[in-house]
T-cell receptor, first 112, second 113 residues
Framework: AQTVTQSQPEMSVQEAETVTLSCTYD???????LFWYKQPPSRQMILVIR????KQQNATENRFSVNFQKAAKSFSLKISDSQLGDAAMYFC?????????WGAGTKLIIKP | SQTIHQWPATLVQPVGSPLSLECTVE??????LYWYRQAAGRGLQLLFY??????ISSEVPQNLSASRPQDRQFILSSKKLLLSDSGFYLC????????????FGPGTRLTVL
């Protein structure tokens, strides 16, 4: 069965600095999708970025980018120029058939 | 564009009372629909998902049930609430457009007293 592990329960970063959130997963599939979601204090789940496993190129969305290492089964999220509005829980997820398999989340604190 | 609605936003219910949470999706057809529960500061626990009308898959044995009476309507129910049913309930949908991500409603905060 697929599993997703986020080993950092909490991370903090100074405003305007860069932070990387870690995610590893376990699967025997060769083609799949990976996601990072953000959940701010409002608790609305928001998709941050998506990566398709067959694509070699790392996905990028403005200040958010991923480091996708397929062989190592690693999918980290880099946030550049951190802003106060980035403070949230961040969840990594793996798509398996009809479901998403979720990590436990990382709480990101932004220091002003 | 697609939108997803959940109501109520907040609910306080006594132990032993029934529950009905509703989720509707607009702007898409034949979506996959999901109910999640989230405890405070924790991750998402998948409760039920549905790939079509009347088709419900349960992921966790519990005091809850789900129904899908219409294509874009998903209902979470309980006949008798327990204290442990308190939490934040999220509905989500996933379409067949190839993107494969799930889109979430605003959630319902349920407190059972």
């Amino acid at each position: 069965a697929q599993t997703v592990t986020q080993s950092q329960p909490e991370m903090s970063v100074q405003e305007a600095e860069t932070v990387t959130l870690s995610c590893t997963y376990d699967t025997s599939e060769s083609d799949y999708y990976l996601f990072w979601y953000k959940q701010p204090p409002s608790r609305q789940m928001i998709l941050v970025i998506r990566q398709e496993a067959y694509k070699q190129q790392n996905a990028t969305e403005n200040r958010f980018s991923v480091n996708f290492q397929k062989a190592a089964k690693s999918f980290s999220l880099k946030i550049s120029d951190s802003q106060l509005g980035d403070a949230a829980m961040y969840f990594c997820a793996y798509k398996s058939n009809y479901q998403l398999i979720w990590g436990a989340g990382t709480k990101l604190i932004i220091k002003p | 564009s697609q939108t997803i609605h959940q109501w109520p936003a907040t609910l306080v219910q006594p132990v032993g009372s029934p529950l009905s949470l509703e989720c509707t999706v607009e702007g898409t057809s034949n979506p996959n629909l999901y109910w999640y529960r989230q405890a405070a500061g924790r991750g998402l626990q998948l409760l039920f998902y549905s790939v079509g009308i009347g088709q419900i898959s349960s992921e966790v044995p519990q005091n809850l049930s789900a129904s899908r009476p219409q294509d874009r309507q998903f209902i979470l129910s309980s006949k008798k609430l327990l204290l442990s049913d308190s939490g934040f309930y999220l509905c989500a949908w996933m379409g067949g457009n190839g993107n494969n991500e799930q889109f979430f409603g605003p959630g319902t905060r349920l407190t059972v007293l």
